[in-house]
C-alpha cells in the first residue's frame, strides 16, 4: 500500500525537507538540496517507511478503541435479573 499525500501537504513535506537539509545538513555537503531531490527523497521515505508508520498509527488507535471499549461496558452495564432483588415484594405460598 503506498502512501499518497495532499497536494498541499506533498508541498508543504517538500519545503520542510529543503530546510531541515538546509539548516542541519548542507554544511556538510557541497551542494544544495533543490526541489526535485527533495521530493525524491519524501518518495523513498513514503515508501520505504511509510508502511511501518501507518501499521504503527492503526496499531495505536487499536489499543486507543480497545480500551474505550472496555470502558463502555463498565460505563452502560446493567445487572441482569434485578426485579426480585429491587422489590419489596414477598411471595407467600399457602
Known amino acids: 500500500m503506498s502512501i499518497e ?8 513535506a517538500i519545503a520542510s525537507i529543503e530546510r531541515y537539509f538546509k539548516e542541519n ?3 556538510y555537503m557541497d551542494e544544495k538540496l533543490g526541489n526535485i531531490a527533495a ?3 519524501l518518495d523513498f521515505f513514503l515508501k520505504e ?9 492503526i496499531a495505536d488507535a487499536q489499543v486507543k478503541l ?17 426485579y ?3 422489590s419489596s415484594r414477598t411471595t407467600h405460598r399457602k
Open 39 to 41: 521530493e525524491a527523497l
Open 5 to 12: 499525500l495532499s497536494k498541499a501537504d506533498r508541498t508543504q
Open 84 to 86: 426480585w432483588k429491587n
Open 66 to 82: 480497545q480500551a474505550r471499549v472496555m470502558e463502555l461496558d463498565i460505563e452502560i452495564h446493567e445487572e441482569e435479573f434485578q
Open 49 to 57: 517507511i511509510g508502511s511501518s508508520v501507518y501499521n504503527k498509527a
Open 25 to 27: 545538513l548542507e554544511q
